[in-house]
């Protein structure tokens, strides 16, 4: 399939809400909307699903139609491009990761409780954290990759500590929006159990309780980068 016809279809069934939930399009809508016949619009979606840029399952009696990962990667990471292009200086300052709730050691509440990380993040971040991280699990290697890309760029620094225990590693904070409207931070830990393919966030508010999250569901999160 041609890239600009595949991601033309991607951006049209974000466009009909298919980005979160699966939604009831009709192969004659669809090809209404593309200039195709129904036949064409039915190859399209097929096309797609063997690509792995859809998933197709019931609602009610209708055929409904979702985006997976790698297809919102496909047009996320296009959008971030063009963003880029347009305006490179907003391009520069966001990264957006899509990832799946999970719960994880449940070593988050304690650490960023101690009053060596509490402190900084009241003082650099404006805010006292809830007492947890929420995790999330990244799947697409374009989303891994931005989080390994967060590594080496410019953060809010969070120095390590030493008490009568231990001694306790520093870390790098990014601002963050979740959900579209929680503040928070995203968090680079330099000691910590878990790889690039989870990102671990921080907030003033219990995220589960205010965004509505369990174990399993996908949420959006776009880091700010620092200027």
Known sequence: MRHDSSLRTLIELVKLGARRRLVPVSTSQ???????????????????????????????????????????DRVSSVYAELRGVMNPREGAEDLLFTGQVFSGLREGGYYVSLSGYRRQFENLLGFVPFPGTLNLRLTSPAQIDQKRLLRSMNGVFIEGFEDSARSYGPAKCFRATMGDRQRGAALVIERTHYDDTVLELISPANLRRELKLKDGDELSVTVHLER
């Open 30 to 72: 669809l090809g209404k909307i593309l200039h195709l016949t129904q036949q064409g619009a039915s190859v399209r979606l097929l096309e797609l699903e063997r690509e792995g840029m859809i998933e197709r399952g019931r609602v009610g009696r209708r055929l409904g139609v979702r985006l997976t990962s790698r297809g919102y």
